[in-house]
């Protein structure tokens, strides 16, 4: 158990994958002429992408704990956290929103869901300036 944060790379793809696929799949969902099967599946995207973001996010904790004290690379570290948090928050809201208001709004949703996604992708960037500017989770 003390090297579940080795999980954490892998992790990270499924929410970046599920959530954008669904805002893909939200948005032809609207302009396409398509089964209704497609556009109920949009909200299932948006929540188990947020489920999976968060397990991204606990085992990106786990793993800060083991990071070499490299000050640049502690100042992307926060920032990394930082917008982590952020990106759990943003679609814990919007998978809330969407339990609450259903398909009501639903052009609203699909806007937000880009920022959210445009913040993940922020999250991102700033992982991988992590392991390839600066080596992190690179060998032992």
């Known amino acids: 158990m003390e090297d579940l944060y080795r999980l954490h790379p892998i992790a990270v793809h499924f929410p970046i994958a599920i959530l954008i696929v669904g805002w893909f799949v939200a948005l032809g969902s609207k302009f396409a002429k398509s089964p209704a099967w497609i556009a109920e599946s949009a909200p299932w995207f948006l929540w188990t992408g947020t489920l999976s ?5 606990g ?42 208001a259903g398909r009501r709004r639903e052009w ?33």
């Open 108 to 140: 609203i949703l699909i806007v937000l869901w880009l920022v959210a996604v445009g913040v993940l992708a922020a999250t991102a960037d700033h992982g991988g300036d992590l392991v390839y500017e600066f080596g992190m989770g690179v060998g032992r």
């Open 53 to 57: 973001a968060w397990a991204a996010l």
């Open 59 to 100: 085992l990106g904790l786990l793993a800060q704990k083991t990071a070499p004290h490299v000050p640049p690379a502690w100042e992307t570290l926060a920032e990394h956290k930082e917008l982590g948090f952020w990106t759990c928050g943003l679609f814990t809201a919007l998978s809330i929103w969407r339990i609450l």
